[in-house]
């Protein structure tokens, strides 16, 4: 919408650092906030985290070093890094986010697109205990798909992955795996 643009630029004018330093700058901040916060013991950091967001974005903002919404933005970013389960995947998608923001100020939506390209290249090409870290989508074994982003019954997944078992390619003795019922119309029920 019109207003909504008229706005974001009204909050830019008198600004004297352009958007992508404002960013890496804020960034930045966060980042040696969230350090703080995790190296100090705990209820201290947190409160030394929360107080230091606020304390130090409402001072950026009344300065006139930053804009309102980059604040917003940063902080957006960074609670929303934090539902990322895995501590070292968080850290690599943390450090991932400078160059791609590199790449974005110098080349825009390309950048962006490159940049993406570049991690989707990295990440094929990344091994683990010998075992192609996309696998099964790269290289594409379509009889694994079967676990990917749905899981199946276990009943129905009778053989490994290909990649996984190469010296015993079957998971388990048909009998011992759980699986429908067979030759009953009742799920298993006695009929009384």
Do not use: C
Request: hydrophobic share 45%; glycine share 10%.
């Amino acid at each position: 919408p019109t207003r909504l643009l008229v706005s974001i630029s009204a909050y830019r004018q008198g600004l004297p650092f352009s958007t992508l330093i404002e960013a890496l700058m804020m960034e930045f901040i966060f980042e040696v906030l969230r350090e703080a916060g995790v190296r100090l013991p705990r209820a201290i950091g947190q409160a030394v985290s929360i107080a230091g967001a606020l304390v130090i974005g409402q001072s950026a903002v009344t300065a006139g070093i930053v804009s309102p919404l980059m604040v917003i933005v940063v902080a957006a970013t960074g609670i929303a890094s934090f539902t990322i389960p895995s501590y070292s995947l968080g850290i690599t998608i943390r450090l991932f986010r400078f160059p791609l923001m590199l790449l974005a100020g110098a080349f825009g939506l390309f950048g962006v697109s490159i940049g993406f390209i570049l991690l989707v290249i990295h990440t094929v090409n990344l091994r683990s205990f010998s075992v192609p870290y996309l696998s099964p989508l790269a290289p594409l074994q379509t009889k694994d798909l079967k676990d990917i982003l749905v899981r199946a019954p276990q009943w129905k997944m009778n053989m490994r992955p290909r990649e996984y078992g190469q010296l015993n390619p079957t998971r388990m003795a048909p009998g011992l795996k759980p699986g429908p019922q067979q030759g009953s119309n009742n799920g298993g029920r006695k009929q009384t």
